[in-house]
């Protein structure tokens, strides 16, 4: 048995002492995630770059959307599993370490969800999973309320205006912020908060995300790789079309 994996066992024993409740990975039960789902869990490092009016922002990434990491973070949101932040914490720290190391970065920035689902929810998940992380966050984004001349806008409309959708606080002005987000998926509230912090005078360095949506074709023109921190420089990075789900339910 590995050290790691000794430590996913040990971790697993302990969630099952939150909640007599089934694993959210595979439904096994009294245990909120099973040992080979916290496996499932383990970070697979991936990089990208993100185009924004010029610039190109690196973004990194914990692990694929697919698979344990899809349906952990899916039940934390719309089931109200919270017992679950604990372990995607582990996956989110993982990609804002990597992101982190030789950004510059002065603060992490959390991409806010929509108000409507915190309400509904009671919790924001990027908000429960980073205070889960041990993260200190400066919360510097707000999300523009719509007024009456908005809610009017057609959906085209609306996306046109997508880069006035939040609104940074002065505090990042003159710093060098990361954002952190759960899903990475077309990349595109990824440019609205970067614009909305460049305008507040931030410069934004990258992004840790949780995990990326690398197959969803026509909606996301991301080419992820993957990479290994201690690999960096010998440039052997996997691309991420060669990896193989297999057993996504
Ligand atoms: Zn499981």
Redesign the pocket.
């Known amino acids: 048995m590995t050290v790691t994996s000794l430590v996913s066992t040990a971790l697993a024993e302990a969630w099952a002492l939150v909640a007599p409740v089934d694993?959210?990975?595979?439904?096994?039960h009294d245990?909120a995630?099973?040992?080979?789902?916290?496996a499932?869990l383990q970070s697979r490092l991936m990089r990208a770059t993100l185009e924004v009016d010029g610039s190109s922002l690196p973004l990194v990434a914990a692990l694929p959307y697919a698979g344990?990491a899809r349906r952990a973070l899916l039940a934390l949101k719309h089931e109200g599993r919270t017992e679950l932040a604990r372990p995607l914490a582990q996956v989110l720290l993982a990609a804002v370490t990597a992101a982190w190391h030789g950004s510059g970065a002065e603060l992490l920035v959390p991409v806010p969800g929509s108000r409507a689902a915190a309400a509904r929810r009671g919790f924001g998940p990027v908000a429960l999973i980073t205070r889960r992380a041990g993260l200190a966050v400066t919360h510097a984004l707000r999300p523009v309320s719509a007024g009456p001349e908005q809610k009017a806008l057609r959906l085209e409309q609306r996306l046109a205006t997508d880069a006035g959708r939040w609104r940074a606080s002065s505090r990042v002005s003159g710093r060098r912020v990361l954002l952190v987000d759960d899903v990475v998926t077309s990349g595109a509230t990824l440019r609205a908060a970067t614009r909305a912090l460049r305008a507040a005078g931030a410069e934004v360095a990258g992004c840790a995300a949780m995990a990326a949506a690398v197959r969803r074709w026509g909606e996301s023109s991301i080419h992820w790789e993957f990479f290994a921190v201690d690999d960096e420089r010998h440039g052997d990075n996997e691309p991420v079309e060669d990896y193989r789900e297999g057993k996504e339910a």
């Open positions: 694993c959210a990975g595979c439904g096994a245990r995630l099973c040992p080979s789902c916290v499932g344990v």
